[in-house]
C-alpha cells in the first residue's frame, strides 16, 4: 500500500513537472530571447523605469513579467519591484513598459517569467 501512494505521488509530481518546466530558465540563457532597453525619470512623485522588452525570437509571448531589482551604492539589492509588460511581447517585436519604483542609487532590470504563445501551454 504504501508503494502505491509513493509511485502515485511520484507519477503526479512528474506530470506537474512537465508543465512548468518551459518557465524555469537561468538568466543568462534568456538573453537569445529578450533584450531590454531602459532608463530611470526621477519625478516629483518618485521614480520611473521605462523601456522596451525586444523578443528576439520566432514566437510570441505573454504574461511577460519584469522584475526590477533596486541597488545600493556597491550594487547589492537592496529591494525588488515587479510589473507585467501589458498585452505580451509578439515575435520579433518589442512591447513599452513603465514601472513606478522606490528610489535607489541603481536599478538592474529583468524578465523575471513568461509564457511561450502557441506551444501548447
Do not use: C, I, K
Not at 31 to 56: H, P
Not at 60 to 65: A, E, I, K, P, Y
Not at 66 to 81: C, E, I, N, P, Q
Amino acid at each position: 500500500m504504501r508503494q502505491r501512494l509513493l509511485a502515485l505521488v511520484a507519477l503526479l509530481l512528474l506530470a506537474s513537472a512537465g508543465r512548468t518546466a518551459a518557465q524555469n530558465y537561468a538568466q543568462d540563457s534568456l538573453d537569445r530571447y529578450f533584450r531590454l532597453e531602459w532608463q530611470v525619470t526621477r519625478e516629483a512623485r518618485g521614480s520611473r523605469v521605462t523601456g522596451f522588452v525586444y523578443n528576439l525570437y520566432h514566437q510570441s509571448t505573454d504574461r511577460v513579467r519584469l522584475r526590477v531589482d533596486l541597488l545600493d551604492a556597491t550594487g547589492a539589492v537592496t529591494g525588488t519591484s515587479g510589473a507585467w509588460v501589458a498585452g505580451g511581447v509578439p515575435a520579433d517585436n518589442r512591447a513599452w513598459f513603465d514601472v513606478r519604483v522606490p528610489e535607489a542609487p541603481a536599478y538592474r532590470v529583468q524578465v523575471d517569467s513568461f509564457d511561450w504563445v502557441g506551444r501548447g501551454n
